[in-house]
């Protein structure tokens, strides 16, 4: 099937870009960035927009910096940028992890690292990975630029605080310290296919015990859930296995999946469990590696 007509532009500014968001006659808009879910969506007529603001031609959004310990990821940089990006490595290895799990390389080659936080997908990698860091969406509309923590950015499936005529800009995480190790381990039905759960953990370690730990869930939940009690429990304990197994114990409490054609609740609550287990061990084992 092909789209309905819309009309194309192409600004080249982020100003001329909110512009054409906000100048709108009234008619639907949407953004495009990698096209990897917008096309689809397009073509099978799950969204009808009657213009298509297309970003990539604004070259400041896909630069990588990082300055005063704070890593700025553009939001036009591709996922396979970030993949293969040492910066991204060194100072997000959760990002780092997270990333190459999303699609196969050509959807990577194309796909955004802000198209993917902004379609907010349950089951996809880096909305988990942008709440369990605690990541800062900037974003830009009329009224400026404004800065939405992660864990308000997401309201539910395909959803966000993103107003209609507002581009994401860019995500902003701390730089990673050193002793710090991360992991994201998920379960998907086929090879490539969106995770029924996933877990994004990182461990930071003072010596033998661990000084921090983070750890959110997606696929149990309208928006990744960020696994307090787990963290709390790990904190300031030495990462063996039963300290390990506690926490995901501890997690679990916290955790309530609903039942859908893809799984039962029961079976998503135990999958969360494991998987919870696996990436804070793996998280650990990259910790000591980097002390
Ligand atoms: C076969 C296949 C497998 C895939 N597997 C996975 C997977 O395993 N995990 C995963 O996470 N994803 C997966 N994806 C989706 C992929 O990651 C997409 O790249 C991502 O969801 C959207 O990024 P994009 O840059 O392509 O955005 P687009 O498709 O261009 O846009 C997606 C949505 O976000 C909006 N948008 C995009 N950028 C911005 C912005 N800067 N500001 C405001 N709004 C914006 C668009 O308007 C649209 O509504 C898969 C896609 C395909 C086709």
Same mark, same amino acid.
């Given at each position: 099937m092909k789209p309905a007509a819309f009309e194309y532009l192409s600004p080249t500014s982020l100003t001329a870009a909110v512009e054409a968001l906000t100048n709108t006659d009234g008619g639907a808009t949407k953004v495009l960035a990698g096209g990897q879910s917008l096309m689809p969506q397009l073509n099978f007529r799950l969204a009808h927009p009657t213009r298509i603001v297309d970003i990539n031609g604004i070259a400041a959004l896909s630069e990588i910096s990082e300055a005063d310990g704070l890593l700025t990821i553009g939001a036009l940089v591709r996922q396979r940028t970030a993949e293969r990006s040492d910066v991204v490595r060194r100072a997000c290895p959760l990002l780092a992890e997270a990333v190459r799990l999303i699609g196969y390389p050509a959807i990577r080659n194309r796909g955004t690292i802000g198209g993917s936080l902004a379609h907010a997908d349950p089951g996809a990698e880096l909305p988990a990975v942008a709440v369990c860091l605690d990541a800062e969406i900037v974003v830009e509309g009329p009224a400026g630029e404004r800065v939405i923590p992660a864990a308000e950015f997401f309201t539910g499936p395909f959803s &966000?605080? +993103?107003? !209609? !005529?507002?581009? +994401? &800009?860019a995500v902003r995480v701390r730089s990673a310290a050193s002793g710090t190790g991360a992991a994201y381990e998920e379960l998907s039905r086929k090879h490539v296919g969106f995770a029924m759960a996933g877990v994004a953990a990182v461990v930071r370690l003072d010596g033998d015990t661990v000084a921090e730990a983070r750890v959110a869930v997606s696929g149990v939940g309208t928006t990744p859930v960020r696994a307090n009690r787990a963290e709390a429990a790990l904190a300031g304990q030495a990462p063996v296995e039963k300290a390990i197994a506690d926490a995901a114990a501890a997690a679990l409490e916290g955790i309530s999946p609903t039942s859908d054609l893809h799984a039962s609740a029961a079976y998503r609550r135990h999958v969360a469990g494991v998987l919870i287990r696996r990436a804070l061990t793996s998280a650990t084992t990259h910790a000591r590696e980097n002390r």
């Amino acid at each position: 099937m092909k789209p309905a007509a819309f009309e194309y532009l192409s600004p080249t500014s982020l100003t001329a870009a909110v512009e054409a968001l906000t100048n709108t006659d009234g008619g639907a808009t949407k953004v495009l960035a990698g096209g990897q879910s917008l096309m689809p969506q397009l073509n099978f007529r799950l969204a009808h927009p009657t213009r298509i603001v297309d970003i990539n031609g604004i070259a400041a959004l896909s630069e990588i910096s990082e300055a005063d310990g704070l890593l700025t990821i553009g939001a036009l940089v591709r996922q396979r940028t970030a993949e293969r990006s040492d910066v991204v490595r060194r100072a997000c290895p959760l990002l780092a992890e997270a990333v190459r799990l999303i699609g196969y390389p050509a959807i990577r080659n194309r796909g955004t690292i802000g198209g993917s936080l902004a379609h907010a997908d349950p089951g996809a990698e880096l909305p988990a990975v942008a709440v369990c860091l605690d990541a800062e969406i900037v974003v830009e509309g009329p009224a400026g630029e404004r800065v939405i923590p992660a864990a308000e950015f997401f309201t539910g499936p395909f959803s &966000t605080r +993103l107003a !209609d !005529d507002e581009i +994401l &800009t860019a995500v902003r995480v701390r730089s990673a310290a050193s002793g710090t190790g991360a992991a994201y381990e998920e379960l998907s039905r086929k090879h490539v296919g969106f995770a029924m759960a996933g877990v994004a953990a990182v461990v930071r370690l003072d010596g033998d015990t661990v000084a921090e730990a983070r750890v959110a869930v997606s696929g149990v939940g309208t928006t990744p859930v960020r696994a307090n009690r787990a963290e709390a429990a790990l904190a300031g304990q030495a990462p063996v296995e039963k300290a390990i197994a506690d926490a995901a114990a501890a997690a679990l409490e916290g955790i309530s999946p609903t039942s859908d054609l893809h799984a039962s609740a029961a079976y998503r609550r135990h999958v969360a469990g494991v998987l919870i287990r696996r990436a804070l061990t793996s998280a650990t084992t990259h910790a000591r590696e980097n002390r």
